[in-house]
């Protein structure tokens, strides 16, 4: 996954496990981790790195402002 740009970056220790971002995403790319973060909730990851379109829902609709969502055409190479 290293050598893919980055779409979808979540800042794990912000999220507080409430899967509107999970919810809100049109193509089910994203899930509820098994891990804990150090507050206790399980954060959200992209499972489906290849079925996000990068719409940017999830970011705008993460309460937490956890979640980044990069374009290719704004990244550096
Ligand atoms: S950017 Fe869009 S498609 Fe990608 S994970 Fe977020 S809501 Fe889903
Ligand atoms: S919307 Fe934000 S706080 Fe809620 S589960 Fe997703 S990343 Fe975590």
Same mark, same amino acid.
């Given at each position: @996954? /290293? &050598?893919?740009?980055?779409? =979808? =970056? %979540? &800042? *794990?220790?912000? !999220?507080?496990?409430?899967?509107? !971002?999970? =919810? =809100? !995403?049109?193509?089910?790319?994203? $899930? %509820? /981790?098994? $891990? ?10 992209? +499972? *489906? +790195?290849?079925?996000? %379109? @990068?719409?940017?829902?999830?970011? @705008?609709?993460?309460?937490? $402002?956890? %979640?980044?969502?990069? $374009?290719? *055409?704004?990244?550096?190479?």
């Amino acid at each position: @996954m /290293s &050598d893919r740009p980055n779409k =979808v =970056v %979540i &800042d *794990e220790e912000l !999220c507080k496990q409430c899967e509107l !971002c999970v =919810v =809100v !995403c049109p193509v089910h790319a994203l $899930r %509820i /981790s098994d $891990r804990i973060n150090t507050k206790g909730f399980h954060p959200a990851e992209l +499972y *489906e +790195y290849d079925k996000c %379109i @990068m719409c940017g829902f999830c970011a @705008m609709t993460c309460p937490e $402002r956890a %979640i980044a969502v990069y $374009r290719p *055409e704004v990244q550096k190479a």
